[in-house]
């Protein structure tokens, strides 16, 4: 997975355990995708401190995943789900597999929330 989109979920797991500031700066960087020169001008501070404090923040996000494991884990149950998903649709149509049908949708859209 590229790193961007990487820090992106990260950050929509563990976000919000972030400072305030940080958080902010990794929004403006991997949301708005601003550059340090554009950050730094927004919040009155150094290009090299917007550098630091996104760095700090980045090595905050993955040492949460290593401990915790949500995204992991979501990615996981997501594989499994679909995987189930197959399975549900080899089987002959009636009352048993659309409510199998509807229970897997169920768990997705609760790992999707």
Known sequence: MEKHIELGYLLDYYGALLTQRQRALLEQSLLEDCSLAEIAEREGISRQGVRDALKRGEEQLYAWERSL???????????????????????????????????????YNMIEE
């Open 69 to 107: 494991g949500l995204m992991k884990r979501d990615v996981a149950l997501l594989h499994s789900l679909s995987e189930l998903k197959k399975l549900i649709g080899a089987l002959p149509e009636g009352k048993e597999k659309m409510a199998l049908d509807a229970k897997a949708d169920e768990l």
